[in-house]
């Protein structure tokens, strides 16, 4: 059975995409911890992150890398943190999070919630930055 990003990948289910390329997808997270928080996964599907072959987990830095440096022109921060948690969805995937303090980037805090209209403008002034 096909994970969740699998088939936001397939386009089964709705996504705020942000950038792909043949290997890679990168959307916004629904459940943000902060604004412009976003996703990046291969699309080949893989549970565990340090399971990819080394030259594609090299590949996915470097497409997450440009997916920052467009977070970080459309989103006010001091930079964008990295986590890669895995334990929520049995897909490999790096948590890009706008942050200004530390504090920004933790899970166990309310999240932010957002309009579709807020999803649709910060999805659009990311896009913009490629």
Do not use: W
Not at 6 to 27: H, L, T
Not at 38 to 54: A, G, H, Q, S
Request: with cysteine; hydrophobic share 45%.
């Amino acid at each position: 059975m096909a994970t969740i990003f699998s088939r936001i990948v397939k386009g089964e289910i709705p996504c705020y995409r942000i950038a792909e390329n043949d290997q890679f997808f990168a959307f916004l997270d629904i459940n943000p911890v902060m604004k412009g928080h976003t996703l990046v996964i291969p699309k080949r599907e893989n549970d565990y992150i340090f399971n990819l072959e080394d030259d594609e987990i090299a590949a996915m830095m470097v497409f997450a890398k440009k997916v920052a440096k467009a977070i970080e022109k459309a989103v006010p921060c001091k930079r964008i943190a990295v986590a890669v948690i895995g334990l929520e969805v049995p897909h490999a995937h790096i948590h890009l999070i706008p942050i200004t303090q530390e504090g920004d980037m933790d899970f166990k805090k309310e999240h932010v919630h957002l309009t579709e209209e807020e999803f649709l403008e910060i999805q659009k002034r990311i896009v913009e930055q490629f």
